[in-house]
């Protein structure tokens, strides 16, 4: 079991500070980086996903993969963006997301709390509770000395708004 985890809270006022986040996120971004990303249905997940994507350099229309599950940009590094809220378990298991997990892109998990299980051991998780109209709490949850240390990092200089 990882035993190396670092938790961060950013306060978002809007989605300007939310994609202040998400371009401090996808700056770090290397190949192999997974993000589990979970919140209630409206939150912004989705939201978080189409910014982070446009700072990997992504300029395709970034939409919820709901029905497709898996799809995939070419950015500064490829972007697989997934969905897996409409699929079980043992459905997920059988789509090979290995593949993606350490593939030379970045993996973004929408409703990763469905597969706990096989997401790898070292990621980051992004929990958005939406605490008003505009305001969302995110919480980071650095799982593995590389994303840890993302955490300690955010939690000493915070994200440029």
Same mark, same amino acid.
């Given at each position: ?71 995939? !940009?070419?950015?500064?590094? *490829? =972007? ?8 079980? /378990?043992?459905?997920? &298991?059988? #789509? ?5 997990? !350490?593939?030379?892109?970045? *993996? =973004? ?8 299980? /096989?997401?790898?051991? &070292?990621? #980051? ?37």
């Amino acid at each position: 079991m990882n035993k190396t985890h670092e938790q961060w809270v950013f306060e978002s006022h809007g989605i300007a500070d939310t994609e202040a986040l998400a371009s401090a996120l996808a700056e770090q971004a290397i190949a192999g980086m997974v993000i589990a990303l979970d919140g209630d249905l409206g939150a912004g997940k989705t939201a978080f996903s189409q910014k982070f994507a446009w700072h990997l350099g992504i300029r395709e229309v970034v939409n919820s993969p709901t029905f497709t599950l898996i799809k995939e !940009y070419e950015g500064r590094l *490829s =972007l697989y963006h997934m969905d897996v809220y409409r699929i079980s /378990l043992e459905e997920a &298991d059988e #789509l090979g997301l290995d593949e993606y997990f !350490y593939g030379a892109g970045v *993996s =973004l998990v929408e409703w990763s709390s469905i597969i706990p299980e /096989l997401l790898p051991e &070292d990621h #980051l998780h992004v929990q958005i509770e939406t605490t008003g109209p505009e305001d969302r709490k995110i919480t980071l949850d650095g799982y593995g000395e590389t994303y840890a240390a993302m955490c300690r990092q955010f939690r000493q200089n915070g994200v440029n708004k």
